[in-house]
């Protein structure tokens, strides 16, 4: 008989005793799993529905719509001289995608109790997946938006396409990201203390107001405008609006400190998420 | 000695008992405050063993305590115990939805676990892409999948369904699809959870035998939990045995559930009967208690073919007398259909009159049945007029001996009754 301790191939151990890192392979081994759910939100969520992957687009157009009466026309916001529908439609679909990724790996552990009450994978399949779905909707509503700017790029003279365009890809990941980190953490707390749920929900929705969302960054300057970049999303929202129209406000000091924030809360999400893994079903 | 693939060392589990709130903040500052100071966690000293018919103080309960054993390679385990005596924590831990308290599990190879079926099915997706989706919940690749693809259909037997929606599938289909996927699922180490509960009888037997198939033919190594004696008696080639969260017994399979038969399983049966809901009763008679012994005289509920029972009934009733009462212990099988009415007129005739109290027995002495699962309906009249009507008030396992003394069994699957027979040539 061999007993020896190398050859066991999975050593299941008390959550205190060892601090198991999130093996990476492990994750990799499952990524069929992923895409298939990834392929079963994209499928199943709007079966049954009268306007079905329309609503893709319903929305953003709806709020843009709605933000381009109000902040733009009732309020008179600047919009950097850029077209109100443009410069709104822009922020809301960026921030959309950074929302739902929150919100949605936020609730991993509460929504896939029953699952996870019964099947062993590793847990941090459901938050990749996620992140992967809303990025084929974000796509959808990227190419929406990328219409839109279409036509004013040929009715107007005021948008000028650069090949910066082609940078916007690498814009979309620390976005993703930064969603999934804070959605960790809070996926981890909620465990014990569901009155994070409602904070959060809360929270993003008046995050939203204080993203240059609404209003572009160069409206504010000092202390103010120094808050409103402690958001990681407004660096990134700028840059974006730097690519696509050439205004903007864009530093590299700006964006290194988004990505710093970004890398901190991934890591501080994944070691509170990988802790909570192991016995939440104990709680939940 | 073949290999040892899965070794299970001093696993401990405690819960916290009672609501979730306000409180457990208090006691997680004060296990932290505990650690940072390098103490032990306080709440470990105050947990209790687990036996939920008597009230402690404590609010932790140790759902296991210092279980240990090894399981080698092709070896099938049996787990079994009573409701609440941990099994189900146990497997919890094995397939890694939760992590143990205390003790280490080391296994080797890939372990796949089937506590339930068809887990996480859409049912807005069709047939087809459930199977992928719960194949890959499980652990298997699309590769995998494709590969077994039609083997899948085969066995579920659905293949007409296979690109409808699920959720127009009925709960049958449902269930025998999971399963296929599950057969198919070909770990190292499996572990199974009660899921031959489901399904018709059909379905069950061809349950059975893929397991069996599973652990037979193909050598690999299987947990299995049931309460069903039968099968684990003609699956499994070891047992253990919980009982309040620790482990008493470990032996071959037979003598685990011979073991498991003889431990106070009665107690949470007994008054069964006189608090069932579904009672259908006039008030005038009342049973409150129905059981079997065996010739000692001692309360069982697993019996072996060839045996002898005894079923008791205890009752009481308003009236000073009872002339004319037709007492009927009814037998059926798992499935419902009737097998046999044992009834006290087509014995004893209709003019005996009973006390208005008392204890009704009524005996077999050597039990014709084959292995299963059996029901009593229980039906008292009184002078025609029905009194006391309770279905399924109790079970008794029947598991397979050498009744004839032969060393043969006819298999149960063509047949529950055994019979006197005599064969002659000429």
Same mark, same amino acid.
Request: proline share 4%; with cysteine; charged share 20%.
């Given at each position: 008989?061999?007993?020896?301790?190398?050859?066991?191939?999975?050593?299941?151990?008390?959550?205190?005793?060892?601090?198991?890192?999130?093996?990476?392979?492990?994750?990799?081994?499952?990524?069929?799993?992923?895409?298939?759910?990834?392929?079963?939100?994209?499928?199943?969520?709007?079966?049954?529905?009268?306007?079905?992957?329309?609503?893709?687009?319903?929305?953003?157009?709806?709020?843009?719509?709605?933000?381009?009466?109000?902040?733009?026309?009732?309020?008179?916001?600047?919009?950097?001289?850029?077209?109100?529908?443009?410069?709104?439609?822009?922020?809301?679909?960026?921030?959309?995608?950074?929302?739902?990724?929150?919100?949605?790996?936020?609730?991993?552990?509460?929504?896939?109790?029953?699952?996870?009450?019964?099947?062993?994978?590793?847990?941090? /399949?459901? !938050? =990749?997946?996620?992140?992967? &779905?809303?990025?084929?909707?974000?796509?959808?509503? #990227? %190419? @929406?938006?990328?219409?839109?700017?279409?036509?004013?790029?040929?009715?107007?003279?005021?948008?000028?396409?650069?090949?910066?365009?082609?940078?916007?890809?690498?814009?979309?990941?620390?976005?993703?990201?930064?969603?999934?980190?804070?959605?960790?953490?809070?996926?981890?707390?909620?465990?014990?203390?569901?009155?994070?749920?409602?904070?959060?929900?809360?929270?993003?929705?008046?995050?939203?107001? /204080?993203? !240059? =969302?609404?209003?572009?960054? &160069?409206?504010?300057?000092?202390?103010?405008?120094? #808050? %409103? @970049?402690?958001?990681?999303?407004?660096?990134?929202?700028?840059?974006?609006?730097?690519?696509?129209?050439?205004?903007?406000?864009?530093?590299?000091?700006?964006?290194?400190?988004?990505?710093?924030?970004?890398?901190?809360?991934?890591?501080?999400?994944?070691?509170?998420?990988?802790?909570?893994?192991?016995?939440?079903?104990?709680?939940? | 000695?073949?290999?040892?693939?899965?070794?299970?060392?001093?696993?401990?589990?405690?819960?916290?008992?009672?609501?979730?709130?306000?409180?457990?903040?208090?006691?997680?500052?004060?296990?932290?405050?505990?650690?940072?100071?390098?103490?032990?966690?306080?709440?470990?000293?105050?947990?209790?063993?687990?036996?939920?018919?008597?009230?402690?103080?404590?609010?932790?309960?140790?759902?296991?305590?210092?279980?240990?054993?090894?399981?080698?390679?092709?070896?099938?385990?049996?787990?079994?115990?009573?409701?609440?005596?941990?099994?189900?924590?146990?497997?919890?831990?094995?397939?890694?939805?939760?992590?143990?308290?205390?003790?280490?599990?080391?296994?080797?190879?890939?372990?796949?676990?089937?506590?339930?079926?068809?887990?996480?099915?859409?049912?807005?997706?069709?047939?087809?892409?459930?199977?992928?989706?719960?194949?890959?919940?499980?652990?298997?690749?699309?590769?995998?999948?494709?590969?077994?693809?039609?083997?899948?259909?085969?066995?579920?037997?659905?293949?007409?369904?296979?690109?409808?929606?699920?959720?127009?599938?009925?709960?049958?289909?449902?269930?025998?699809?999971?399963?296929?996927?599950?057969?198919?699922?070909?770990?190292?180490?499996?572990?199974?959870?009660?899921?031959?509960?489901?399904?018709?009888?059909?379905?069950?037997?061809?349950?059975?035998?893929?397991?069996?198939?599973?652990?037979?033919?193909?050598?690999?190594?299987?947990?299995?939990?049931?309460?069903?004696?039968?099968?684990?008696?003609?699956?499994?080639?070891?047992?253990?045995?919980?009982?309040?969260?620790?482990?008493?017994?470990?032996?071959?399979?037979?003598?685990?559930?011979?073991?498991?038969?003889?431990?106070?399983?009665?107690?949470?049966?007994?008054?069964?009967?006189?608090?069932?809901?579904?009672?259908?009763?006039?008030?005038?008679?009342?049973?409150?208690?129905?059981?079997?012994?065996?010739?000692?005289?001692?309360?069982?509920?697993?019996?072996?073919?060839?045996?002898?029972?005894?079923?008791?009934?205890?009752?009481?009733?308003?009236?000073?007398?009872?002339?004319?009462?037709?007492?009927?212990?009814?037998?059926?099988?798992?499935?419902?259909?009737?097998?046999?009415?044992?009834?006290?007129?087509?014995?004893?005739?209709?003019?005996?009159?009973?006390?208005?109290?008392?204890?009704?027995?009524?005996?077999?002495?050597?039990?014709?049945?084959?292995?299963?699962?059996?029901?009593?309906?229980?039906?008292?009249?009184?002078?025609?007029?029905?009194?006391?009507?309770?279905?399924?008030?109790?079970?008794?396992?029947?598991?397979?001996?050498?009744?004839?003394?032969?060393?043969?069994?006819?298999?149960?699957?063509?047949?529950?009754?055994?019979?006197?027979?005599?064969?002659?040539?000429?």
């Amino acid at each position: 008989m061999t007993n020896k301790e190398k050859d066991w191939d999975l050593v299941i151990e008390p959550v205190s005793s060892s601090m198991q890192a999130l093996r990476i392979s492990q994750i990799w081994k499952y990524r069929d799993l992923i895409s298939l759910f990834v392929h079963r939100d994209f499928v199943a969520v709007y079966k049954q529905t009268i306007l079905g992957p329309i609503w893709f687009f319903l929305q953003p157009i709806l709020t843009t719509i709605i933000f381009t009466v109000v902040f733009g026309t009732a309020a008179k916001l600047s919009t950097d001289g850029l077209p109100k529908p443009v410069f709104y439609m822009s922020g809301i679909v960026l921030w959309n995608y950074f929302s739902e990724v929150l919100l949605k790996s936020s609730e991993t552990f509460i929504a896939y109790r029953y699952i996870f009450a019964k099947v062993y994978f590793p847990r941090l /399949v459901v !938050p =990749i997946s996620i992140v992967f &779905s809303n990025m084929l909707k974000l796509g959808v509503q #990227l %190419i @929406l938006f990328f219409a839109v700017y279409l036509y004013y790029c040929i009715t107007t003279d005021l948008i000028e396409p650069t090949w910066h365009l082609l940078l916007i890809p690498l814009l979309i990941v620390p976005i993703a990201l930064m969603g999934m980190g804070c959605g960790l953490l809070v996926a981890a707390l909620t465990v014990k203390f569901r009155d994070l749920k409602f904070m959060v929900n809360f929270a993003v929705d008046l995050l939203k107001y /204080v993203s !240059p =969302i609404i209003f572009p960054l &160069s409206m504010i300057d000092g202390t103010l405008q120094t #808050l %409103i @970049l402690l958001n990681p999303m407004s660096a990134i929202i700028e840059t974006f609006r730097v690519l696509c129209f050439g205004q903007g406000e864009f530093e590299w000091i700006y964006l290194a400190s988004s990505l710093g924030m970004t890398f901190v809360l991934l890591a501080v999400g994944l070691f509170y998420f990988a802790k909570a893994e192991k016995t939440f079903i104990d709680t939940v | 000695m073949s290999k040892i693939v899965l070794s299970v060392e001093a696993v401990s589990k405690q819960y916290r008992l009672g609501q979730t709130g306000t409180g457990m903040l208090m006691h997680d500052v004060n296990r932290w405050v505990h650690r940072i100071r390098g103490k032990e966690d306080p709440y470990k000293k105050l947990s209790v063993v687990n036996d939920r018919t008597k009230v402690s103080d404590s609010k932790y309960v140790w759902a296991i305590r210092d279980i240990s054993f090894d399981v080698s390679q092709g070896e099938v385990l049996a787990i079994i115990g009573k409701n609440g005596s941990g099994k189900s924590t146990l497997l919890k831990i094995l397939s890694r939805i939760t992590s143990p308290t205390e003790g280490v599990v080391k296994m080797r190879g890939r372990l796949g676990s089937l506590l339930e079926v068809g887990t996480g099915m859409h049912p807005e997706l069709t047939g087809k892409e459930n199977i992928f989706l719960n194949g890959a919940i499980l652990g298997m690749t699309k590769t995998e999948i494709s590969r077994k693809f039609d083997d899948i259909v085969d066995f579920s037997g659905c293949a007409r369904y296979i690109d409808t929606p699920v959720k127009r599938y009925s709960s049958g289909m449902i269930v025998r699809m999971g399963f296929a996927v599950a057969a198919f699922l070909e770990p190292e180490i499996l572990i199974i959870d009660e899921v031959l509960a489901v399904g018709d009888a059909e379905f069950q037997l061809k349950a059975i035998d893929k397991m069996k198939q599973v652990a037979e033919t193909e050598g690999r190594t299987v947990l299995f939990v049931s309460h069903n004696m039968t099968a684990v008696q003609s699956l499994c080639t070891r047992g253990i045995l919980l009982n309040n969260g620790a482990l008493t017994y470990t032996g071959s399979a037979e003598d685990c559930v011979k073991e498991y038969g003889d431990a106070n399983y009665h107690e949470v049966r007994e008054s069964a009967v006189a608090v069932r809901p579904d009672v259908i009763k006039t008030g005038r008679i009342e049973v409150s208690d129905f059981w079997f012994e065996n010739r000692e005289g001692e309360r069982k509920f697993i019996f072996m073919s060839g045996d002898s029972i005894q079923m008791k009934l205890n009752y009481k009733s308003s009236l000073d007398e009872l002339p004319f009462l037709s007492v009927s212990f009814a037998l059926h099988d798992a499935n419902g259909s009737p097998l046999a009415e044992l009834w006290n007129f087509s014995v004893e005739g209709a003019e005996k009159v009973y006390p208005p109290s008392g204890t009704i027995t009524c005996s077999i002495n050597s039990l014709p049945l084959n292995a299963g699962r059996y029901y009593i309906n229980i039906t008292i009249r009184h002078r025609n007029q029905m009194d006391y009507l309770l279905k399924h008030a109790a079970y008794f396992d029947v598991l397979q001996s050498d009744f004839y003394g032969q060393g043969f069994m006819p298999n149960p699957k063509f047949g529950q009754f055994l019979l006197e027979q005599n064969w002659s040539t000429t």
